[in-house]
């Protein structure tokens, strides 16, 4: 069985930096892509950022390119979000989520696993 699981949330100030851990276990040929989500209190859950099961192809959400990176060991079973120059509005739970060979997608429907999250707040 399949599963994530996230680590590595805080409490920061704006302009502070963060790393995301997501650790997958039961991959079996390691064919999953990863995903990070966030949600904010009173908002739908968004996607992130993404990496491909293969590792070629990353995408990120408008709001964080240029600002988050998303990185995978070659094993396929952990990923980091490096965050950096964190906003106010970054404010959420961020869950990681694995693709059963996805190509990372931004749609939450075409992830079949989620962890249970991890809570990042930066305060103004």
């Known amino acids: 069985q399949v599963q994530v699981v996230e680590s590595g949330g805080g409490l920061v100030q704006a302009g502070d930096s963060l790393r995301l851990s997501c650790a997958a276990s039961g991959l079996g040929h390691s064919t999953y892509a990863m995903g990070w989500f966030r949600q904010a209190p009173g908002k739908e859950r968004e996607f992130v950022a993404a990496?491909?099961?293969?590792?070629?192809?990353?995408n990120y959400a408008d709001s964080v390119k240029d600002r988050f990176t998303f990185a995978r060991n070659d094993a396929r079973n952990m990923g980091w979000l490096q965050m950096n120059r964190l906003k106010p509005e970054d404010t959420a739970i961020y869950y990681c989520?694995?693709?059963?060979?996805?190509?990372?997608?931004?749609?939450?429907?075409?992830?079949?696993?989620w962890g249970q999250g991890t809570q990042v707040t930066v305060s103004s």
């Open positions: 989520a694995a693709d059963n060979y996805g190509l990372g997608s931004d749609q939450r429907q075409n992830y079949e696993v």
């Open positions: 990496i491909s099961w293969t590792g070629a192809t990353t």
